[in-house]
Nanobody, 121 residues
Framework: QVQLVESGGGLVQAGGSLRLSCAASGSIFSFNAMGWYRQAPGKQRELVATITSGGSTNYADTVKGRFTISRDNAKNNVDLQMNSLKPEDTAVYYC???????????????WGQGTQVTVSS
């Protein structure tokens, strides 16, 4: 049973920084891609950043230059360093892990329970 556990959310003032971490357990396979998504109240869940097992990254335009995603393939962990935070970054942040191998594939990947990030102005 694959489980993703996020940590590192909290309350921070605008301009501050937070680091989110996601630890995956229960899988002997390396995930093809891991990433972070967020959902603000009344809005749809949106992509923040993803990273492949080869290290290729993709960022939402709204976070480029401020957020950095990284991962440890051996540990199946993924982190999100968030700098220069803005009030509009306030949301619940979710970790996602995608496995293409048929032995661990799940449509849409696996999701964590989410961690709240609140940025005050």
């Amino acid at each position: 049973q694959v489980q993703l556990v996020e940590s590192g959310g909290g309350l921070v003032q605008a301009g501050g920084s937070l680091r989110l971490s996601c630890a995956a357990s229960g899988s002997i396979f390396s995930f093809n891609a891991m990433g972070w998504y967020r959902q603000a109240p009344g809005k749809q869940r949106e992509l923040v950043a993803t990273i492949t097992s080869g290290g290729s990254t993709n960022y939402a335009d709204t976070v480029k230059g401020r957020f950095t995603i990284s991962r440890d393939n051996a540990k199946n962990n993924v982190d999100l360093q968030m700098n220069s935070l803005k009030p509009e970054d306030t949301a619940v942040y979710y970790c996602n892990a995608y496995c293409a191998d048929f032995r661990c594939y799940r449509q849409g990947g696996y999701w964590g329970q989410g961690t709240q990030v609140t940025v005050s102005s």
